[in-house]
């Protein structure tokens, strides 16, 4: 199970280069590169519908601060958060893992 010194490190900071998150390389690091595809898919749906993150909290009813994290790659969302931005943008986020 993650969880305890697993998550105590930012998925951006498991990156050779954090500075290019949401594209940085992960290598070894499967849940962070899994949250760095979310961050992706997020932003990319964020700026092809031109929809503020203000407007997705709305929408989602996940806290304005938790999305910006999301992208941001300080934090690891739990699976309520994606399940509630997946309903608001009625399409997956998560990545299928080859």
Do not use: C, F, Y
């Not at 594209?23 to 898919?41: F, K, N, S």
């Amino acid at each position: 199970m993650v969880g305890g010194r697993a998550r105590s490190t930012a998925p951006r900071d498991l990156a050779e280069d954090p500075q290019a998150w949401p594209h940085a390389d992960l290598e070894g690091h499967v849940a962070a590169a899994v949250v760095q595809a979310i961050a992706a898919t997020l932003a990319g749906e964020l700026a092809a519908r031109k929809l503020s993150q203000r407007a997705l909290a709305a929408l989602s009813g996940v806290n304005r601060q938790s999305i910006n994290d999301l992208l941001a790659g300080t934090s690891w969302p739990d699976v309520a958060t994606i399940a509630l931005l997946e309903s608001a943008l009625g399409g997956p986020l998560w990545p299928t893992i080859r």
